[in-house]
């Protein structure tokens, strides 16, 4: 088979319920193909290495999901055009000892290997790396400060790195960086980088606080923070977040732990729902930039481990949130590992007016915001109009 150029191995979705169960049988004189090959998958791949001879210099794609593989030996393996590397869920995996011989690699997904223990820091040499996707590598407990080299990185997905307790310091001048999802870490605190558009911080229980944001930043997750103080709107990062929904044409919210609603917001009300009546067809001028809601959540006790779902109605418009929508797998159900936070949170969200332009908001005498909660209850709720 010289001229073969994808391999797929693999038993059919009525087979697979997404692990490892089942095995092929391999010969005794059983070789990889390589040659010009451009693809491959294998789901379940059982030996604990790659053969010897394993060299495939066309090779675009490497997938081995729920793989035995125990390592790479980036000394041993010559993969010159390699772009994607997904080892996701190979539980034994313990590292790659050297990415040069994958030096245009875009996508490494490492998610679910447990047994990952470091990154190798020759993976800062590669230029290419966008998506690097470490979820729920728990033995994971460092960074290596070369990822900061890494001028194309864009999404680092740390969620369920439960060991992870500290980012790099230079992380925070990576300008391709808009991406960081470090849910259910231990990181104490972290200085966002100036393009940084979400963040999710959800579960850290030893997180201190809420940093500075930067204007690009759209949204923010943080619930269930069990060390992070109550959010006060006399601070400078208050400031900021009503600073953020000035912005003209961009969506943001953020979920953080709070208990008050800020002065801004003239139209409150106990409860789930408030109307605002408007005065005339002039409130809809060209100084109008959009609407800013606000409303303060009771965590349910029962539902701490579980993230929450939001529901906003807006007059005829309808818009949905999901906190923390990359889940964190396995997370435990002891209050006393994960914390048992029955802290109030807030949410503010800001949607700009080219959501209604459609919707002839001239013509509108009151908004109405109604809000559904999915694992909390509403205990208050406001709504502005935000002009320039």
């Known amino acids: 088979m010289t001229e073969l150029k994808l391999l797929k191995v693999f038993l059919g979705c009525d087979c697979v319920d997404g692990r490892e169960n089942y095995q092929v049988k391999f010969s005794e004189d059983f070789r990889l193909p390589c040659f010009v090959l451009r693809y491959l998958h294998w789901h379940g791949y059982q030996l604990k ?74 993976v800062g040499d590669l230029s290419n790396l966008s998506l ?40 925070k001048e990576l300008q391709s960086l808009v991406n960081l999802n470090a849910n259910g870490t231990s990181i104490r605190g972290i200085s966002p980088p100036p393009n940084l558009r979400i963040l999710y911080l959800g579960h850290c229980q030893r997180l201190r606080g809420i940093p500075m944001l930067p204007s690009s930043i759209q949204q923010v997750y943080a619930y269930n923070c069990i060390s992070v103080e109550t959010l006060s709107w006399n601070t400078e990062l208050a400031a900021s977040i009503l600073q953020r929904i000035q912005a003209p044409n961009s969506e943001f919210s953020i979920f953080v732990p709070g208990t008050r609603i800020p002065d801004c917001f003239t139209h409150k009300l106990a409860g789930s729902s408030v109307k605002m009546e408007l005065p005339n067809p002039d409130w809809y001028s060209e100084d109008f930039l959009g609407f800013a809601v606000c409303v303060v959540l009771a965590p349910q006790a029962e539902m701490l481990q579980l993230h929450p779902e939001i529901l906003c109605e807006l007059k005829i418009l309808t818009f949905f949130h999901s906190c923390g929508e990359d889940s964190v797998d396995g997370f435990p159900l002891s209050d006393q590992e994960w914390g048992n936070s029955t802290n109030d949170h807030i949410w503010l969200a800001y949607q700009p007016r080219a959501r209604a332009d459609r919707c002839h908001p001239e013509e509108w005498g009151q908004i109405k915001a109604s809000f559904e909660v999915f694992a909390c209850e509403v205990k208050e709720c406001a709504i502005s109009l935000i002009y320039k």
């Open 49 to 122: 290495f790659f053969p010897a001879d394993f060299e495939a210099v066309e090779l675009l794609e490497l997938s081995m999901p729920y793989s035995h593989l125990r390592q790479i030996n980036g000394n041993e393996i010559n993969f010159p055009q390699l772009t994607i590397l997904n080892l996701s869920h190979s539980q034994h995996f313990e590292n790659i000892s050297n990415f040069s011989r994958m030096p245009k690699l875009e996508g490494l997904v490492l998610e679910g290997c447990t047994s990952l223990v470091e990154v190798d820091p020759s």
């Open 132 to 171: 690097m996707n470490l979820k729920d590598c728990k033995r994971l407990n460092s960074l290596p400060n070369s990822i900061c080299k890494l001028k194309s990185l864009t999404t680092p997905i740390l969620t369920g790195c439960s060991r992870l307790h500290q980012l790099p310091d230079e992380l």
